[in-house]
């Protein structure tokens, strides 16, 4: 394990032995800013909303994307549950080299994630103790797959009727492999091992603009000795009718490891239409 990883580890210590302490200040720092929950919000225990947006090009260019994504929040006396679940495809038709009109369809992006958190809700019911886990199945990443588990201190600084903010940090593990690579001799050198200990932290920031506007902010890194995972997504959505939005969306993907030949980064730019089922 790195020296970096270490240093992590023990500052996340040194900084949990007064977790308690550490709360109350930022309680009472931010208690000015958290008004009241409306009497909606209160009755409101399980949420779930669904987008989806679709882009098909033709002429020149003929592109099929499709992008998807679930949310669900469940609040509960002792619990405060999270699950996400996202889908990405894309598929451009491309031409065949050494011909002039003949094309074929290839697959440009392929992407599906999944995470839950459960929040467990202590005596003041803003300082909470997670556990989180993730999957990600990402075709051109250059890994197998990425997965995570993670328990540690969670805390929702305030929630009033324009905004909140919850954060939460503590160690987990990461599962990963790369994927096979193929030498200038044709041979398979397989894909390395990258799993490990890591210090996983994350935010969750939204601010309503207006009755019918909301921007949101969530960002989270897992820091790892091999490597460094960062997910942030910046939106604004903006309120059609009671039930339906239109979101526009900026997901930003970081790996700080990688093979030759593959980004650390990645950007998706999405407009989409968000239903809330309840």
């Not at 900026?250 to 239903?275: C, F, K």
């Amino acid at each position: 394990m790195s020296m970096t990883l270490n240093r992590s580890l023990l500052f996340l210590s040194l900084v949990s032995t007064s977790a308690f302490a550490q709360a109350d200040a930022l309680d009472a720092l931010f208690e000015p800013s958290a008004g009241g929950n409306t009497g909606s919000e209160a009755a409101k225990t399980f949420s779930m909303d669904g987008e989806l947006g679709v882009l098909l090009t033709t002429g020149n260019t003929e592109t099929t994307s499709v992008k998807g994504k679930l949310n669900a929040s469940h609040e509960l006396e002792n619990w405060s549950n999270d699950y996400v679940f996202e889908a990405l495809y894309k598929q451009d038709e491309v031409l065949i080299e050494g011909t002039d009109d003949q094309y074929s369809s290839e697959t440009s992006a392929q992407k599906i994630f999944l995470s839950g958190q459960g929040n467990y809700k202590l005596e003041n019911p803003n300082h909470r103790l997670f556990a989180f886990g993730s999957y990600e199945d990402d075709r051109f990443s250059g890994f197998e797959y990425q997965a995570t588990i993670a328990a540690g201190w969670a805390q929702q600084l305030w929630k009033s009727e324009t905004s909140s903010f919850n954060y939460s940090v503590g160690p987990g593990y990461s599962f990963a492999d790369k994927v096979d690579t193929v030498d200038a001799d044709g041979n398979v050198i397989p894909g390395e091992d990258v799993s490990g200990m890591i210090v996983r932290g994350a935010l969750d920031y939204k601010w309503k603009i207006s009755d019918t506007a909301t921007f949101r902010q969530k960002f989270s890194t897992e820091v790892g000795s091999d490597n460094t995972k960062s997910k942030s997504e910046t939106s604004v959505s903006a309120q059609i009718n009671g039930s339906l939005a239109m979101k526009v969306s900026l997901l930003l993907n970081h790996n700080s490891d990688v093979d030759p030949g593959i980004e650390n980064l990645d950007t998706e730019t999405a407009v989409t239409l968000v239903y809330t089922f309840f």
